[in-house]
């Protein structure tokens, strides 16, 4: 990590003149694509059918955790009780290969309105509060000393990412939110594209600006447009409007867009409604209501073999196995099915994001398990929430315990060691490849 300020002051002014001039960007990513194609992780990666492949024909899944970086600090939380490679490490050692990193658009909007990245010591009062501010963030530089006060929040980021890279752990980079914070709901102004906080033009500025800085992160393999899409209760306009498949399709153009122009390598994940639910009007081919247009490949022209699907699934009170899985088929694993005359386009599907409580036995219950074999199964890949056993602040509660951790409060050891090595590695090394 950098230490020198002035050497801080032009690596953010030239991630943001990259941004705005993505000709003269100063990372070439032909030479990154080469240097990639030679070593891990093999990229850039495409999709060949049902399966992500790299450019040694191999098959890549992701087995993975969610690292959330999108609350109101914009870092990855829990760096005021682990260093970076700790985290990583953890990770690493029961078999995962991939993280979901978060970020909310609020951290690229502030770089172009202010010129430069914002400190991480200035983030943290800001986020915590004159007090609370600043003994966390002494925290946070006793675990991680290769920072300062000069580090900006990318470059925390950035420091994940060459982790990463050191440790063979793929980087899905994913939108979780407009305005940093807590998500999700209807009525967060963060629910839809044209929603309170949701302005479409700093979005799709936000992902170019992130697939542009990624170029200079070799793990970075793939990025989503945007986290769990949902019916924008809090404007009735917009909602009743809007909130359709076929605004959906409009914009999601915009989004992959916006991405493969600045960064040609990177898969593009695609979520759909109902808290990213269901994406079976893509996987089906039918129509986007309350339009006529269908799903074509021809609209993402050059870039159709980048395209990932995902859906989420939280029916923890599930009693049928044979349920949920029919409930995962046709929500739009039917997707790996060339086989299914119903289902017109085969893509990869992931299930990005699904979890339950670590502090008893859920891991053991009918959803957990069900998940965990359909998932092997299927030879898909997947994000569990969440690695973090705590949060900066969530929800306006400071340090909050987040049950539902794969680590404990402290991030010093696994909050259950039994699903960790009973559910969890077993999971990992049913399906992880590359």
Known sequence: MLNSALRSSLVSLLALSGSLFSSCSWASPVKLHNERADSWPFGPLVTSGRDMKNTQGGN?????????????????????????????????????????????????????SNGKDTTVKDSFTKALGSTNGPRVYSQFLAKNPQFNDTTTRLQVFD???????????????????????????????????????????????????????????????????????????????LSSQSYNWRDWYTNIKKGTSAINTANPGLLIFLSGLDFDTYVTPVVQGTAMTPGSGKYSA???????????????????????????????????????????AKALNVFPVLLTEFGFDMTGSAWQGTYATCIASYLAEQKAGWFIWVVSGSYYVRSGTQDFEETWGLLKHDYSDWRSKAYIDGGLKPLAAATAQG
């Open 60 to 112: 890549v899944v992701y087995a993975g955790t969610n690292w959330p970086g999108h609350g109101e600090v914009m870092i990855p939380d829990g760096l005021q009780y682990s260093s970076i490679e700790g985290v990583i490490s953890k990770i690493k050692s029961v078999g995962m290969n991939a993280i979901r990193l978060t970020y909310a658009i609020q951290m690229i909007d502030e770089i172009y």
């Open 159 to 237: 420091a994940v990412a060459a982790e990463c890279l050191k440790q063979k752990v793929f980087v899905h980079l994913d939108n979780h939110m407009s305005k940093a914070a807590w998500c999700c709901s209807t009525n967060d102004g963060n629910s839809w594209f044209g929603d309170r906080d949701y302005n479409v033009d700093n979005w799709t500025r936000g992902l170019s600006y992130m697939a542009n800085h990624g170029k200079s992160w070799p793990a970075l393999t793939s990025m989503s447009l945007r986290n769990e899409l949902r019916k924008p209760d809090s404007n009735p306009t």
């Open 298 to 340: 021809a609209d993402f022209a050059g870039y159709a073999d980048k395209l990932v699907l995902e859906i989420h699934n939280y029916q923890n009170s599930a009693t049928n196995c044979n349920s949920l899985k029919s409930s995962l088929y046709n929500s739009g694993f039917q997707a790996l099915h060339a086989d299914d």
